[in-house]
């Protein structure tokens, strides 16, 4: 699975958008990027998906560049319980199960 | 619904004995995870099983640790013996199936193991 690069920590004032990047410039074109977080003391909580589309939910928004070397994940309104570690992920479509985490994003919404 | 269900939430033990977590997956998913959390390591897969088969297992550290899901509905990892290193936060997740691709997977909520 190819790798991916992560600032360690970001702040985000509440209410406001949260922009979280990832890297992954060794991206194959059969595998899609994952995003999980991990609020303190909870096991990892998946959020979004996408392979080279724009992705949206109910719980954030996913932007792929065109290149798909990058991508932005987007909480649109900020709460204090989206503080979390944010784990941008890599992996296959179909074979592999295995979910590798680096050591992702420290995310702290300040009221 | 009822998500990933792990027991102990909380094990403390002495070095030197055997430790048993449970998990129970999703009703349905086919596929289950173990991971462990340390401060040193992150996270990290243990093994995984697809319709109660070990597919994985590299991830096992040594021999002291070992995997079973005897049916759909439940699994064990055991640690025996265990060691002060032990110590760490054990995952279980599981997912449902891998058409069209690999689904997401779903955590519970952990068990903080502590050997002394």
């Known amino acids: 699975d190819a790798k991916t690069t992560q600032p360690p920590s970001m702040d985000c004032a509440e209410g406001r958008a949260a922009n979280l990047p990832c890297n992954h410039s060794t991206i194959s074109g059969n595998e899609y990027v994952y995003w999980y977080r991990q609020i303190h003391s909870q096991g990892p909580q998946y959020i979004i998906h996408?392979?080279?589309n724009n992705e949206t939910n109910e719980m954030a928004s996913l932007i792929i560049t065109e290149d798909r070397k990058s991508s932005t994940l987007i909480l649109p309104h900020a709460t204090l319980r989206d503080t979390a570690v944010y784990y941008c992920?890599?992996?296959?479509?179909?074979?592999?199960?295995?979910?590798?985490f680096g050591q992702g994003t420290r995310l702290t919404i300040n009221p | 619904d009822a998500g990933v269900i792990q027991s102990p939430r909380h094990e403390v033990t002495e070095m030197g004995q055997e430790v048993t977590l449970r998990c129970k997956p999703i009703s349905g998913h086919d596929y289950l995870f173990w991971y462990r959390q340390t401060m040193m390591r992150g996270l990290e897969l243990l093994i995984y099983f697809n319709n109660n088969v070990p597919i994985d297992d590299s991830g096992m550290p040594e021999d002291r640790f070992s995997a079973k899901m005897p049916n759909a509905s439940f699994s064990t990892l055991k640690i025996q013996p265990s060691e002060p290193r032990d110590s760490a936060v054990y995952f279980c997740?599981?997912?449902?199936?891998?058409?069209?691709?690999?689904?997401?997977?779903?955590f519970g909520d952990g068990t903080r193991l502590s050997i002394l």
């Open positions: 997740a599981s997912s449902l199936g891998a058409q069209p691709i690999n689904q997401p997977q779903h």
């Open positions: 992920i890599v992996r296959v479509g179909q074979g592999a199960q295995k979910l590798v």
């Open positions: 996408g392979l080279k």
